[in-house]
Nanobody
Framework: QVQLVESGGGLVQAGGSLRLSCLASGSIFSINDMRWYRQAPGKQRELVAAITSGGSTNYVDSVKGRFTISRDNAKNGVYLQMNSLKPEDTAVYYC??????????????WGQGTQVTVSS
């Protein structure tokens, strides 16, 4: 089994910064894509940023230039540095990882979510 544990959410004023972390553990052989999603109240979950095992990244337009996704393959971790935060960034943020387990099965796993609240 594989677990994803997130940390780093909280309350911040507009213009501030937060850094989210997500560490994967368990029966991991390798990790392919790692992603951050978010879900605001009353809205659908949206993909915020993604990073491949090779380090290629992509972002939703609304966060380009403000958010940076990175990963540490040795630690099975993915991070989201969020700068110049806006009230519309308020949401529960979830990490997601496509994992090849030691059994060589491939599955997608989710973290429990971490709340980010940006006050105006």
């Amino acid at each position: 089994q594989v677990q994803l544990v997130e940390s780093g959410g909280g309350l911040v004023q507009a213009g501030g910064s937060l850094r989210l972390s997500c560490l994967a553990s368990g029966s991991i052989f390798s990790i392919n894509d790692m992603r951050w999603y978010r879900q605001a109240p009353g809205k659908q979950r949206e993909l915020v940023a993604a990073i491949t095992s090779g380090g290629s990244t992509n972002y939703v337009d609304s966060v380009k230039g403000r958010f940076t996704i990175s990963r540490d393959n040795a630690k099975n971790g993915v991070y989201l540095q969020m700068n110049s935060l806006k009230p519309e960034d308020t949401a529960v943020y979830y990490c997601n990882a496509v994992v090849i387990a030691t059994s060589r099965t491939l599955n997608s796993y989710w973290g429990q979510g971490t709340q980010v609240t940006v006050s105006s």
